[in-house]
């Protein structure tokens, strides 16, 4: 990494972990429910499910998670709790159903029957617990990554720093298309596959800048989408 790419990194960080540039992106909705002073048990449910919206147009993401917690009633831990869902084949978003959300909301229910959080799941336990996922060392996991950031992070602006017994220094870039081709052109990694690996190759890069913190550099390749 160059000097001016670190520096670039840095800058970006800095002007871009700010909520203004994400009151119309799925964060947004577990933080409405930290705003209403909820239970960490609904916001953890709005970011299950804002984080699995997360993909395609912002518009069309806020749209589709408002459409879901309109069904909820704004009482995510409730609906999962009662067991009475939307169970049906049409569309809520892109390809997912109302008939995979109901599934979800089963699986988190048997989960909240025995615990209080989601805190303290890994990253695959998650993936196989909540979304029933099959087993994959190298899968990116990005969106679970993102809401792992959501819910860890705490320095009071962006992300909302729930997680009280888990370290921001341990999280994994959440790696898609977008990051991955921003990463190449900073030279971040040189890495082809779209993996955990090289996940982890980003967030290093990122650790030499914040070690306490390395996804600050998530904010910095956003900033660098933008100023492009």
């Known amino acids: 990494m160059t000097e001016e790419t670190r520096q670039s990194l840095i800058d970006w960080a800095a002007e871009?972990?700010?909520?203004?540039?994400?009151?119309?992106?799925?964060?947004?909705?577990?933080?409405?429910?930290?705003?209403?002073?909820?239970?960490?048990?609904?916001?953890?449910?709005?970011?299950?499910?804002?984080?699995?919206?997360?993909?395609?147009?912002?518009?069309?993401?806020?749209?589709d998670c408002g459409r879901l917690f309109d069904q909820m009633e704004w009482r995510p831990f409730d609906y999962v709790m009662a067991g009475d869902y939307r169970d049906d084949e049409t569309s809520v978003h892109r390809t997912v159903k109302w008939s995979e959300t109901a599934r979800i909301c089963r699986r988190l229910r048997e989960w909240y029957r025995?615990?209080?959080?989601?805190?303290?799941?890994?990253?695959?336990?998650?993936?196989?617990?909540?979304?029933?996922?099959k087993e994959n060392p190298k899968a990116a996991d990005k969106k679970i990554r993102m809401m792992c950031r959501w819910m860890?992070?705490?320095?009071?602006?962006?992300?909302?720093?729930?997680?009280?017994?888990?370290?921001?220094?341990?999280?994994?870039?959440?790696?898609?298309?977008?990051?991955?081709?921003?990463?190449?052109e900073l030279g971040l990694t040189k890495r082809r596959q779209k993996d955990l690996k090289t996940a982890e190759d980003i967030t290093a890069a990122f650790r030499e800048i914040w070690p306490d913190d390395p996804l600050l550099g998530d904010f910095a390749l956003f900033g660098y989408g933008v100023t492009r």
């Open 16 to 63: 871009y972990n700010d909520p203004v540039y994400f009151e119309e992106d799925p964060i947004a909705f577990p933080r409405e429910f930290v705003r209403r002073g909820a239970d960490l048990r609904d916001v953890e449910i709005a970011a299950v499910f804002a984080a699995h919206f997360a993909w395609g147009r912002r518009a069309m993401i806020v749209r």
């Open 114 to 133: 025995w615990h209080d959080s989601l805190e303290g799941l890994s990253v695959p336990e998650i993936r196989s617990t909540v979304f029933r996922q």
């Open 152 to 184: 860890v992070r705490n320095d009071g602006k962006v992300d909302l720093g729930l997680w009280k017994k888990s370290s921001p220094a341990d999280l994994i870039v959440p790696l898609d298309v977008h990051v991955y081709t921003q990463a190449v």
